[in-house]
């Protein structure tokens, strides 16, 4: 009797084990891979700009007053500030702002190491947007005129940059979305969902823009001017267009 108890209890723990054993094989096989195609989608599309940013400075020095050279870049800056805010249209988004103002002195060195002051320097530049894009050679030639020395980061760009962007994204998702379901067909298997999907919109604006010399224009002004006749020639720019490319990568579950 007691024999067969022993082999009874002996009989359920192995059981015991085999149903764990089981249960164990059922969860690992109901998880299974899931394949899945990966494709590109780009479009791209090229727009005239409507927006132009231009940054004019007034430099100014002055040998033993940095309070002489800050006056007179005050002067000077007022002018071109004021001529160049009556040629933007403000009702249209345009603006004009302060976006850097330096003072310092400026040193000369010797050959031995021996630093001596040189002059002091006041620098003042201001950002024109616009979307009058017509009028920046005129604006460039006003602000040289009034007494700006430097005119530098004229770039173009659109008013409506992301919404051509999100429309571009848009076109390369569906062709990439197109272009995989032709390969998965091909393969005799079908797209069940989207596994992954990222996008990038950047835009190709190469500032094509030609000064003439302005050594040259100066010259032809001065000897218009002493013949009594107007010189009202301004500086050429060419915008140029601006080209937006959209890129997306996708990977789509297939069964």
Same mark, same amino acid.
Do not use: W
């Given at each position: ?92 988004? &345009? ?45 460039? &030639? ?79 002004? &001065? ?33």
């Amino acid at each position: 009797m007691k024999r067969f108890l022993v082999l009874a209890a002996a009989a359920a723990v192995v059981a015991g084990f085999a149903v764990s054993s089981t249960n164990a094989a059922v969860t690992v096989t109901e998880s299974p891979e899931r394949g899945y195609v990966t494709i590109s989608g780009s479009a791209n599309k090229e727009l005239t700009p409507d927006l132009a940013e231009i940054s004019i400075s007034v430099v100014t020095s002055d040998n033993k007053s940095m309070q002489n050279a800050t006056l007179e870049n005050k002067e000077i800056s007022g002018k071109v500030y004021t001529a160049l805010k009556e040629m933007i249209n403000t009702e249209n988004g &345009d603006y004009v702002k302060t976006s850097n103002f330096r003072a310092n002195p400026i040193y000369t060195y010797t050959s031995n190491g021996k630093k001596n002051l040189n002059k002091y320097e006041v620098s003042n530049t201001v950002t024109v947007h616009t979307k009058s894009i017509d009028k920046v050679g005129d604006m460039i &030639d006003k602000a040289i005129s009034l007494g700006a020395t430097d005119v530098s980061n004229l770039s173009f760009t659109l008013s409506k940059y992301e919404k051509e962007c999100d429309a571009l994204l848009a076109t390369a998702t569906q062709r990439a979305r197109t272009q995989a379901d032709s390969i998965v067909k091909a393969a005799g298997s079908s797209i069940t969902g989207v596994k992954t999907i990222n996008g990038s919109c950047t835009p190709n604006t190469p500032s094509r823009v030609t000064y003439r010399n302005m050594t040259l224009n100066a010259k032809a002004a &001065d000897s218009a001017a002493s013949e009594g006749a107007s010189y009202s020639e301004s500086v050429p720019v060419q915008a140029g267009a601006v080209k937006i490319y959209a890129n997306v990568n996708a990977s789509f579950f297939v069964k």
